[in-house]
């Protein structure tokens, strides 16, 4: 397939991720979102993908499904709620890709059905769920000890001295009305460790962001390791089921 060929393709689909294929020829995707990925790049990096099974949640065109690919994962599953038809029907065929996208949503991953994963990926979506610590737990419970989880998301940057959530509503959102939760990096990582994930490393795309305290919005992204030791320091009992009878009398 020629350059020309290959762009008339493009065409026919909408596109949120750049995406290299040839060295002339891109997915026109956006560029301000494309601004956020180096920190997850470069936390991708730190981690050993080599043989292993990988999801990748909100996974839009695939950038980081294929990356991880790139990078040696054995499987690649893909869950979006909003299938990328461009992704499935020309970038999975063009890559000669074994990565595997479904149309879902996080909270029906379990690991009954879809079994458990070595490596989740989880960037530019938690910001844009009511339920956070249902969507944390359910990433959780899929990885074993030692598995990783990158997450990469909006951050209220503000001095740590507590653990907190902000979460507007409607015109108060920084971004846009989808965009309904911002932990502080506190609450982040004390949330994380409740559910047995230990933050090894946090990156952001500057050292200005690195540094800020003013409440603003900037993008954090927050790579993992799973020790279900944490989550056993935390009142488990009371947060899933069982809480009155704990309370009991016996």
Known sequence: MTNSELTAQLERYKWYHIIPLTPAVSTPGRADFASHHAPVLR???AVDFRGKRV???????GKFCFEAEKRGAAE???????LSLGAVELLIPFFKSKVRMLEMGLYDLNVAEHGQFDIVLFPGVLYHLRYPFTALKTLADLLPDGGRMIIET???ADEDKRALLFCPVGKESPYEPSSVTFYN???MVDSLKTFGLRVDAVDYKSDKDRKR?????IRGTFLCTKDSALAAEHPQHYWVGGAHKHWQKS
């Open 43 to 45: 936390q991708m990096d």
């Open 55 to 61: 999801v990748d949640i909100g996974c839009r065109d």
């Open 76 to 82: 690649v599953l893909g869950v979006d709620t909003s």
């Open 154 to 156: 909006g951050i209220f």
């Open 185 to 187: 990096r506190k609450g």
């Open 213 to 217: 305290t003013d409440g603003e919005i």
